[in-house]
């Protein structure tokens, strides 16, 4: 009988070539965008959850009031850890990591000149504990006594292999900011998905007695973290109803900013964007849930084409089910039947997308900076594939077979059963509307993401950005009383004079970037406290940048402030709405206590996810992190040769590296620039499955009313007036699509575009052309068919039954 049927269903699937076709397109194109979305989905929501005590993992946050609203941060100030520890004894380990992005680490050489690596991973301080908490299998040596001493290191096995060509590197010795290493243990690669990405772990007793005697309390820097681990009968709310009280014993002053503890749950790092992690990204499940809902969308629409081709060609095998019928099939027989060849297809369009996706994934990996991959070894894959071909074939199938094999003998012998007062008419009829809303859901959306990306590239941020590049300083220097030469001064001044830079500045930061640093401040004549960001810059930094002042003076450039540069948000958050009259209020911060020397318009210090800050600028040379560089258009790269030369001359022990100001920015919304590339192409899937879809159908009707066309052409009827009569109908299950799909499409995005302080306003422009697009699309897809139609001699049609 299984024989018979696979014989009978590869003869039915070989007979309609045309019809098998589609169909295997629409699903395999279906399955392969859900598979590809899928993986990424696991991907993101198996962050970290290799750690077998990851359910009691949580890490101490801070969070306070800023000017509007909440601020919140991973980091913790330094003595905290220790503090911690003997406050709450219920805690079963507490430790505390210092991470430096970014870092350069040396290998000393026997003939004199070290080998240099630029680490993208950056460097982590860490204590021995870190190893009792988190999971990282050590491959040589003893992580516990690897970092228990001062100078010691533990390293991933691929920095081993970098730095020395072998694994067995234990004694090794590697140099990092001045200060030599040496490598106890060897620990295995992170993997992809964790927000601990750490190949180099140098002992934190290091630089933990220098650490704690610069800050203190008072300070607060984001990749300074605390995590602690809870035995398995303790409650994290224990912990929780202390927190205030521990608060209040290390803060004695006044606590104006409502500034707290709280805890944080492993599990919620990598999709909390309040806070970040290591990665510098976080995924909200809204995004997840985004993406899992555009993955069923596609696969639903696959279905839906292969439910209306089916039900639309029903009467062809009508004859078919009546002698089967009549020969004794039970029903049960006919839906098994029709069911296998539903499978069938679904089994040749997994196969097919499993190579799809493969060929996806090599171009989707580097544009994501993602390890995705089709592991046939994971059961979580198998248990994905057949859930996804027992599903599709479920939903392609059994409507249809249940419609076929519900045919009475009789009128199905005598051929009486017609597309059009068959029960899947209207049913068909309703999927066309779905599949469309579906499609102009994404189309809508589509826009409105677009729309917003170009908003963000051509927004003024209140500051010149154009052929500007940053070079790091890698060394601090400090002034001292002797006068000796500051090198960062001299390489500025000297780059500043070669031919291919307009000018040159030392800061720490340009005016907008992904760094930024907050603390608070008092105006004199008003005891509140206000927060503000911190620019420290040179007497070049205005002018190089374009911000233009509105009131007095830009700094001097001096090594030490003398005044303060403030924005216009600071002034009217101080009180004063007119600039000019917060010249020569002194105001407090940092210690210090300095007069307003200038005030400048306001400009974006931060991505336009945030509203604009009150930002205070002044002079602190020791602080300087960034040679900014106003570069000639027309002669860049022999600028940068030349300034590379320069530079490499001032720090020889250093390797040099620059960015474009322009590429820093756009850096802001990269996960919003992605998604729009992803929904863009997911889109433009959606509607292809839906084209095929339709011209599947139209084909079928044109072949159903080959005599009426050729009837009518007979009787006068114009080309254009058999393809108009053809393509009404879908046209019209468009407009409903579209008018179901727009008002879902603008709540769903405006609640998207609710995340930026800065945004479009979707306006009727965006439905106009969405609902054109589509139209376009589909009226081409349908009337080109039609066309091919009335486009035959009638002679032949009259012919054709």
Known sequence: MLRNYLKTALRNLWREKGSTLINLSGLTLGITSSLV????????????QYHSRKDRIYRVVTESDGNSGRNYTPGIPRPLPEAFKNYFPEAEEVTFISYRAGSLITIPQPSGEPKKYEEESGVTFAEPNFFKIFDRKILRGVAQNGLDKPNEAIVSKKSALKYFGKEDVLGEVIKYDNREYKITAVMEDYPSNTDFP????????????????????GGIWSDEQCYFLLPEKVDVHEIDSKMTAFYKKHHTEDNRRHQAFMTQPLREIHFDSRYSNYNYKTVSKQLLLALSLVAIFLILTACINFINLTTAEIIKRSKEVGVRKALGSTRS??????????????????????????LTLSFLNPFLKLHLSLDFLSGTLWVLLITMTTVVAALSGLYPSLVVSGFKTAVALKNQISNKNSSGYTFRRSLVVLQFFISQFFILGTIVL??????????????????????????????????????MRTLRDEVSRLSGVEMASLSNTPPSSGSTSNTSFVIEGDNDTHLTQIKLID???LKLYGLELVAGNGVLDMDTAQGFVVNEKLASLAGYRNPQEILGKKITLWGKQLPVAGVVKDFHTVSLHRSIEATAMFNQIRYYETLSLKLNPTHLQDAIRQVQQRWEATYPEFIFSYQFLDDQIKE??????????????????AIFIGCLGLFGLATFMANQKTKEIGVRKVLGASVESIVILFSKEYIKLVGIGFILAAPVAWYVMNQWLNQFAYKIVIGPLVFITGLGLVIVVAGFTVGYRSFKAAMVNPAKSLKSE
Not at 38 to 48: A, E, K, R, V
Not at 333 to 357: H, K, M, N, Y
Not at 668 to 685: D, I, N, P
């Open 668 to 685: 802001f919304y990269e996960q919003e620039q992605k998604m729009s590339v992803l929904l863009t192409s997911f889109t433009v899937m």
């Open 333 to 358: 027989q006919l839906i098994r039947q029709f069911l296998g060849e539903t499978t069938l297809v679904t089994v040749f369009s997994v196969c097919l997308a499993l190579g799809c996706a493969q």
């Open 539 to 541: 007497g070049n930094y």
């Open 37 to 48: 979305l899928f993986l990424l989905i696991n991907h993101h929501s198996h962050y970290d």
């Open 198 to 217: 750490f190949d180099v772990m140098l002992s934190y007793i290091t630089i933990r007695l220098q650490h704690e005697q610069e800050e203190g309390w």
């Open 450 to 487: 677009i729309q917003q990306m170009n908003y963000f590239q051509k927004k003024e941020l209140g500051f010149r950005r154009n052929a500007i590049i940053t070079v790091p300083i890698p060394e601090q220097e400090t002034p001292d009383k002797k006068g000796a030469t500051i090198k």
